[in-house]
């Protein structure tokens, strides 16, 4: 079998840089040269699914954001609450409205401000009644009492200054309005299309009203409304290429460069997700792919297999039946009660005597072969199913485990390592490069086993075929790398000296030459499993088009 490369190669597996010595890697002053794995940057071909290519039109990179060559910049929340404030303060001014409600119609347009001058000017009355304006309300965002006047929910007399309304005639005191945003704010983002407090008024409680309010009040519900606002503009926005992080805990935003065919982002915080779905990473599986079998490991359909494949029917009442105990004679649950042979299904009262044809092959028995057929279809489907689950779920918890090693060793254990036998960390980036490789590879090869699961087993049999060897080439490539690391480093270890020890000449001699024996083993391990994966993702996104079989 021969393989030609691909129009397009992926440069998260680009390898031609390391037909070099490991050790020419490392320069006169230990820095590692840069040959580690660039995020892929090529959409998927497989079909309708891929990265979006980014437009030359899209917006200008915000100078706070860190560019890079991967297709894609990070944003932080600060960036992109200032583009957020930019184009509010643009449609401010353009449309002469107050900033809060140029937000708020922002907002409905899903902050599309194209969208939202076509429809002004086509229409202001109907965008106005839209987002709860009356006619008679004006432009006004906030409103305070010129007089004393009595608030309609704690009933107290206030006076003059001490009551704001939403630019309606609803005026309230402070401490209510304090309470009303509190408790919209601790129900979640919908504190976002916020009305005036009274039953019979639509108006918008916009972001000046709310930071009045919340001036002197609680920081956290301040910090809480702040975050969904921001928050509001890459989720709910237009753009289709921005969107936030989906890692725990990351507050980062993912924006995609003019131009770029974004499918996969490695987020600073190392979380790996699909650009496209916002899924974690499933290359080489489509989105619509990922999305089934999510699906299908959640759904209770292989349940439902499973009860086909081991109970079955009482001939009478049609109930499942698992058999629970080593005796063929059943007896179905009130208020049935028939009894039955659970080999044959015939009636029991017909296993007395010469009666007795269980120890007897009939060919074809018509009255049980539809069941029989149905079973055994379903047994062999939740077999299928189960084989392409258990790799998928093993590459998984590999993959996490490895992750695990990879956190730990640039925690500081490589630090301590380097510094106690007097190596440079530089010349220990083989290894980190080899824990990422193997993060990487056990991720990809995970999901190509719902690739193949999902491809038809008689259509695409010589397809199935051609990923079947490519696969096993990757996976035994990556199993000898990750065996390697794992066994020969902690044998490694045990030759070389504690932290706080010191070496002999004669013990440090022999580390040396095994640890340079190790890196050298470990680089060529490295680049085995590079060049096979880099096939394999070619392969697969590519439908195998460039596979030819050479007999």
Known sequence: MTYSDSEESYNSYDDDDYGEDYFSCVDDEGDECSDGMDEDESCQSDGDVGGDVVSDDDEDMPQAAERNDKGYVFETEADVRKRQDEVTASVSDLLSIPWGLAAVFLRHCRWDPERLENEWFSDERRIRE?????????????????????????????????????????????????????????????????????????????????????????????????????????????????????????????????????????????????????????????CETAREWMAKNSSDGENANWVLANTKHCPKCRRAIEKN?????????????????????????????SCYQCNRYVAHRPENAKEEKRREHAKASLDRYMFYYERWMTHGSSMK?????????????????????????????????????IVESRR???????????????????????????????????????????????????????????????????????????????????????????????GFESGLPELKVTL
């Not at 105990?325 to 005597?353: D, K, R, V, Y």
């Not at 490694?492 to 083993?521: C, R, V, W």
Request: negative net charge; charged residues 25%; proline residues 4%.
């Open 130 to 286: 839209a987002v709860g304006l009356t006619a008679d309300q004006g432009d006004a965002a906030t409103a305070v009492n010129d007089r004393p006047l009595t608030c309609a929910i704690c009933f107290d007399v206030h006076a003059p200054g001490e009551m704001i309304s939403a630019g309606c005639a609803h005026y309230y005191c402070r401490e209510c309005w304090g309470g009303y945003i509190h408790a919209a704010v601790g129900d979640g983002a919908r504190c976002l299309v916020l009305r005036c407090p009274d039953p019979s008024c639509g108006a918008p409680v916009t972001r000046e009203l709310v930071r009045e309010v919340l001036a002197a009040g609680e920081d956290d519900d301040k910090a809480r409304y702040e975050t969904f606002v921001v928050r509001s503009y890459v989720e709910e926005g237009t753009s289709k290429y921005v969107r936030w992080c989906p890692g725990p805990g990351c507050t980062l935003a993912v924006r995609a460069e003019p131009g770029s065919a974004l499918y996969e982002v490695a987020c600073e915080c190392r979380h790996v997700f699909c650009f496209r779905c916002g899924e974690e990473a499933h290359r080489p599986a489509s």
């Open 325 to 353: 105990q080593g005796c063929n004679h059943m007896t179905c649950h009130a208020p049935c009660l028939h009894e039955f042979c659970w080999i044959c299904l015939g009636p029991w009262s017909e296993h007395g005597g």
């Open 401 to 437: 485990k490895a992750r695990q090693d990879l956190d730990r060793l640039e925690g500081g254990a490589l630090r301590g390592f380097a510094e106690a036998n007097g190596v440079s960390q530089a010349e220990l980036g083989c290894l980190e490069e080899a824990f990422a490789l």
């Open 444 to 538: 990809v090869l995970s999901w190509t086993y719902p690739f193949v699961y999902y491809m038809d087993p008689v259509l695409d049999r010589k397809k199935i075929e051609l990923c079947l060897h490519i696969q096993s080439e990757a996976e035994h490539s990556l199993e000898a790398l990750h065996k390697y690391v794992e066994g020969e480093w902690n044998e490694l270890k045990g030759t070389a000296a504690a932290p706080g020890a010191e070496f002999d000449a004669a013990s440090a001699a022999e580390f040396a030459a095994a640890f340079k024996e190790y890196m050298l083993k470990l680089f060529v391990l490295n680049t085995a499993t590079r060049n096979h994966l880099k096939k394999l993702v070619e």
